[in-house]
């Protein structure tokens, strides 16, 4: 079992940063990799960022390269979003994930079906 909270979302002009935390509970959250996902109004969850359980692998969704950095320390427990250069189409609410159906693998996927354990997510605005 594993419980994810996100924090740190919140209201930021475009052009600005916000880095979103997610903290886990559970005895093999650095085993796993992690995702992060978003879904603004009135569309469908969409990929944003994994990272492998060491932190070797990442993957970026083309929307947000560039801009976006997942980072984790397996430590903490956490995982992080670093968001930069924000756009109001980056406004979502979003969530943490992680992918228990393997131990130390380096593989991720971009698929909300590899991710079994989900955060409730945190609100991120950025107005126009």
């Known amino acids: 079992q594993m419980q994810l909270a996100e924090s740190g979302g919140g209201l930021v002009q475009a052009g600005g940063s916000l880095r979103l935390s997610c903290a886990a509970s559970?005895?093999?959250?650095?085993?796993?990799?992690m995702g992060w996902f978003r879904r603004a109004p009135g569309k469908e969850r969409e990929f944003v960022s994994a990272?492998?359980?060491?932190?070797?692998?990442?993957y970026y969704a083309d929307s947000v390269k560039g801009r976006f950095t997942i980072s984790r320390d397996n430590a903490k427990d956490t995982v992080y979003l670093q968001m930069n250069s924000l756009k109001p189409e980056d406004t979502a609410e979003y969530y943490c994930?992680?992918?228990?159906?393997?131990?130390?693998?380096?593989?991720?996927?971009?698929?909300?079906?590899?991710?079994?354990?989900w955060g409730q997510g945190t609100q991120v605005t950025v107005p126009s």
């Open positions: 994930a992680a992918d228990t159906s393997a131990y130390y693998s380096t593989s991720l996927s971009n698929s909300p079906m590899a991710y079994d354990y």
């Open positions: 990272i492998s359980w060491n932190g070797d692998n990442k």
């Open positions: 559970g005895p093999t959250f650095s085993a796993h990799a």
